[in-house]
């Protein structure tokens, strides 16, 4: 039976009654509504699953989290104790990619190494709204104040590691420092990709993250006037409890894995859900994730952004992909069936 079949007979409640654009809508489906589920990994999805579960404080979440430890087969694990729910609320499912930057820096200023990555000072915790990124680069106001944690070398990768928020430096050594996020400036980030539209540089499907690098990296001076564009300014803090081979620590935490750690909207989904998601274009992923991230920009029950890895090679794959497809989240069953009676 096909999914359009199937859809007409699951059960489908909505708080308002109707399946409109705007109306929050809960289906409940079965496994083999689920498009290649049983192709897929499942041991791989319950070990990531597992990294997790014990965060969750619900007693439904822990009683299924103290089973997974045991260890049981995979597959029959997810498909005992959970049930795919469909949330939608008029808008097409989006996928998009993040990952974890790997820039080359050095724990002393050399004339390579020479951009800093800061801590934030005390005037811009103490304040709703400190100075824009433009009054901070220009005006010196942080330099020589000891609040480097190392110098990288290239600009545009700095900015870029702002935006995700998190990353590794490599040192000259080899060695790996990582940094996370420690703070910013207050101010609202604005879209240097929309301004370069804006300014005539590009049109709009033009542009990705590889584009405004490689714009910005030929036209220094223009390139930073569109960096400034966005007064957002984020500042950092040295990660030594993390493994420098583990991924980044996501919003529970733990450190996330590619390829099977999702960003989502935690109104919609639970942190330390499994999410199932058929994603569409040149590169189809029909994969079981887990919810272990969040995002600014990841709103609704069918938004998520997937962690791709670490490195440029990641980031150049987070800056193509923008895919539709739909977004499943699986709930302990009771939960499942609870939820679309109740709309809660």
């Known amino acids: 039976m096909n999914r359009a079949v199937r859809a007409a007979l699951v059960l489908v409640l909505s708080l308002s009654g109707g399946a409109s654009a705007g109306e929050l809508t809960r289906t409940v489906l079965d496994f083999s509504d689920l498009d290649g589920w049983a192709k897929d ?17 619900d007693p439904d979440w822990q009683a299924i989290c103290a089973l997974g430890q045991q260890r049981p087969e995979a597959r029959d694990f997810f498909e005992l104790l959970f049930r795919p729910v469909l949330i939608e ?21 050399t004339e390579t190494y020479k951009y800093p990555v800061y801590r934030e000072p005390t005037e811009s915790r103490t304040a709703s709204r400190w100075l824009s990124r433009r009054e901070i680069e220009t005006s010196g106001v942080l330099e020589n104040r000891g609040l480097e944690i190392a110098w990288v070398k290239d600009p545009v990768d700095l900015f870029f590691l702002q935006i995700q928020g998190s990353g590794r430096i490599r040192l000259p050594d080899g060695d790996l420092l990582r940094v996370g996020y420690g ?8 879209s240097v990709g929309r301004e370069m539209v804006k300014r005539g540089i590009y049109d709009p499907h033009q542009v990705s993250a ?14 930073l006037d569109l960096l400034h564009h966005n007064p957002s300014y984020v500042f950092f803090r040295k990660i030594d409890d993390v493994p420098a081979n583990a991924g980044p620590l996501g919003a529970m935490n733990r450190s996330v894995t590619a390829g099977r750690t999702v960003a989502v909207d935690p109104a919609y989904v639970p942190l330390g859900a499994p999410v199932w998601i058929e994603k569409d274009g040149q590169s189809p992923m029909n994969r079981l994730m887990v919810a272990q991230d969040t995002g600014s920009a990841i709103k609704g029950p069918q938004r998520a952004d997937i962690f791709l890895g670490t490195g440029r090679g990641a980031g150049r794959a987070a800056g193509r992909l923008r895919d539709p497809g739909r977004i499943l989240v699986l709930l302990p069953i009771q939960r499942a069936y609870a939820m679309a009676r109740d709309g809660s």
């Open 183 to 190: 703070g910013s400036n207050g101010h609202p980030y604005k």
């Open 89 to 109: 609320r008029g808008k097409t499912a989006l996928f998009t990619g993040y990952f974890e930057p790997e820039l080359a820096g050095s724990l002393t200023r």
């Open 210 to 223: 590889q584009v405004i690098q490689n714009w910005v990296r030929r036209n220094p001076e223009r390139g």
């Open 41 to 57: 990994d499942h041991e791989v999805a319950l070990d990531v699953f597992l990294k997790t579960c014990p965060d969750m404080r």
